[in-house]
């Protein structure tokens, strides 16, 4: 079993849609929890970057952690063609080293 | 610019061949990691560099795989002897304590 766990998707969704991307995780030692936003051919682009549980927003991203039940969550308001893309969650122990990331989810956004 | 970068962006190399990738971190960032992101495995850590610690190696998948980082800067990621399972994405990131990895673009590596 993987540390943490993602639906490969495809999700099409049309555009202005609430979307939403969810991650699992099995390590009680992860503090902290990013989603990236990776388009075709291109490196990984950090998005949102939260400790321990609760929401960060920012702009029409929120995340949403619950340590609770080791859940990880983004949600895309708005949704535009533009966001098109694979969304990777990744998690990091307390003084850890290196992000373990789930598969990725591929979203699509039509018009 | 003020990214990650990383050269070559493409790389085709015949097997049993070395290899030689480049990364240039953010100017001031402390830490330097190597990934690899294959079809159907997601992103898998390498080794991490933090200022004039030894690295942590314990992602390298075999001894073929070597990794240095001079100056604090530059980082190289050696590949020798190329197999073909080796042919992956290789993303370099950087970091500034606490505030999340940055990635370059990576290098496309195709083993034929």
């Known amino acids: 079993q993987k540390e943490v766990e993602q639906d490969p998707g495809p999700l099409s969704v049309p555009e202005g849609a609430i979307v939403s991307l969810n991650c699992t995780y099995s390590?009680?030692?992860?503090?902290?929890f990013m989603w990236y936003r990776q388009y075709s051919r291109k490196g990984p682009e950090l998005l949102m970057y939260t400790y321990s549980s609760g929401n960060k927003e920012d702009g029409r991203f929120t995340a949403q952690v619950d340590k609770s039940s080791k859940y990880i969550s983004l949600f895309i308001r708005d949704s535009q063609p533009s966001d098109s893309a694979t969304y990777l969650c990744?998690?990091?122990?307390?003084?850890?080293?290196?992000?373990?990331f789930g598969t990725g989810t591929q979203l699509k956004v039509e018009l | 610019g003020a990214g990650v970068s990383q050269s070559p962006s493409n790389k085709v190399t015949e097997k049993g061949k070395d290899v030689e990738l480049r990364c240039d971190p953010i100017s001031g960032h402390t830490a330097l990691y190597w990934y690899r992101q294959s079809l159907g495995q997601g992103l898998e850590f390498l080794i991490y560099f933090q200022g004039n610690s030894a690295p942590d190696k314990s992602g390298l998948p075999s001894d073929r795989f070597s990794a240095e980082r001079t100056g604090g800067s530059v980082s190289t990621l050696t590949i020798q002897r190329t197999q073909q399972e080796d042919s992956a994405v290789y993303l370099c990131?950087?970091?500034?304590?606490?505030?999340?990895?940055?990635f370059g673009p990576g290098t496309r590596l195709t083993v034929l």
């Open positions: 990131a950087s970091s500034l304590a606490g505030l999340g990895q940055f």
């Open positions: 990744a998690s990091e122990k307390e003084g850890g080293n290196k992000l373990t």
């Open positions: 390590n009680s030692a992860f503090q902290y």
